[in-house]
């Protein structure tokens, strides 16, 4: 090959590179002009478990704070890291979402069951905006930080044969939350749920929750358990 043959090789690599960056930047201007700001995401580690709440992308919507919607976009929420993902189809790429710039999301599961989460500032321990999933809204709502921690675990051998010592887990945290009383946590079983109110609301609440059928044996039932007990006026201790 002769070193003009080279050159002209070269030429044309370097003016295919020059259009490929152009292109992308024209399609992140354009991006960008949607309000949709973020940075591309990097891949996680992979452990045993997962990082994610939605391990496959989901189709939902997103509210900034200026009330405006994007609807219709391929979303996934990192509970490890509290960061919403976007998949761009016009560059092919996942972008982390500016918090800051959202006032909260909601997508829709396989069963078209429809989550909603929103922003707010979490003024107790480490405090920060997090993503909150609303359970149940009302004069005092129900939310759940869906938070998963990565811990020290014995050591595993994973799928490709790598030695690990660290796992996903499951690190949900319950709250009442009211804008005049903030934040109260409260446990997701029968024993927290009526440690929640006053004395003498417990045996009326116990009866109310029978009359109902209702067995607090899980996050489903708690929900249902809160909804009926808030509709009959009973107020959560905080």
């Given amino acids: 090959m002769t070193i003009r043959t080279i050159h002209t090789i070269l030429l044309l690599l370097a003016c295919s590179f020059a259009q490929t960056v152009f292109a992308q930047e024209k399609m992140i201007a354009n991006w960008e002009s949607q309000k949709i700001r973020g940075t591309r995401n990097l891949p996680y580690h992979t452990f045993t478990g997962s990082p994610f709440l939605n391990d496959?992308?989901?189709?939902?919507?997103?509210?900034?704070?200026?009330?405006?919607?994007?609807?219709?976009?391929?979303?996934?929420y990192s509970s490890y890291k509290d960061e919403l993902i976007y998949y761009?189809?016009?560059?092919?790429?996942?972008?982390?979402?500016?918090?800051?710039?959202l006032n909260g999301f909601s997508f829709i599961e396989k069963d078209g069951n429809v989550r909603v989460f929103r922003k707010q500032y979490y003024e107790n321990y480490l405090k920060s905006d997090r993503y909150f999933e609303v359970l149940s809204e009302g004069e005092t709502d129900l939310i759940v930080y869906r938070k998963v921690s990565l811990d020290s675990a014995s050591p595993y051998t994973d799928e490709s044969g790598i030695l690990k010592n660290q796992v996903y887990n499951n690190d949900y945290q319950f709250y009442f939350y009211s804008p005049e009383k903030k934040y109260t946590s409260v446990r997701i079983n029968r024993s927290g749920l009526f440690a929640k109110f006053d004395k003498a609301s417990q045996k009326p609440i116990k009866k109310l929750l029978r009359k109902n059928k209702i067995k607090v044996e899980s996050e489903a039932d708690f929900i249902q358990a809160w909804k009926v007990i808030e509709k009959e006026g009973y107020k959560v201790v905080f």
Avoid: Y
Avoid at 57 to 67: L, R, S, T
Avoid at 88 to 101: C, H
């Fill in 56 to 76: 496959v992308w989901v189709v939902g919507k997103i509210e900034f704070m200026n009330g405006e919607i994007a609807d219709s976009i391929n979303l996934r």
């Fill in 88 to 101: 761009n189809k016009d560059i092919s790429t996942q972008i982390v979402i500016d918090k800051a710039s």
